[in-house]
């Protein structure tokens, strides 16, 4: 029953806007770590971004900063990545994860596609 299930990926045009949730079950997001992570078409893995149990610290890679947000809602026990200004360099597999000593806990990831 732990698990993380994202959704909300799909095709949006460049400059175009996008909203990531990540729905956990069997634990509480709001006590742990948590991240967006994701795969571009033949690259490794990337921390998008991550924030600390209770979001007061949060991180951002250098490539998305300013454009994306990442936030939580504890009464739905789901985990946000609002995408703003989006480039076709965006495009990816993302996936939500928790940080517990490592990344232990990872969903199966929602495939944007940044294109004209």
């Known amino acids: 029953q732990v698990q993380l299930a994202e959704s909300g990926g799909g095709l949006v045009q460049p400059g175009g806007s996008l909203r990531l949730s990540c729905a956990a079950s069997?634990?509480?997001?709001?006590?742990?770590?948590m991240a967006w992570v994701r795969q571009a078409p033949g690259k490794g893995l990337e921390r998008v971004s991550s924030?600390?149990?209770?979001?007061?610290?949060?991180y951002y890679a250098d490539s998305v900063k300013g454009r994306f947000t990442m936030s939580r809602d504890n009464a739905k026990n789901t985990l946000y990545l609002e995408m703003n200004s989006l480039k076709p360099e965006d495009t990816a597999v993302y996936f939500c994860a928790r940080w517990y000593n490592s990344l232990d806990l990872w969903g199966k990831g929602t495939l944007v596609t940044v294109s004209s």
């Open positions: 069997g634990f509480t997001v709001n006590s742990y770590y």
């Open positions: 924030s600390n149990n209770g979001g007061s610290s949060t």
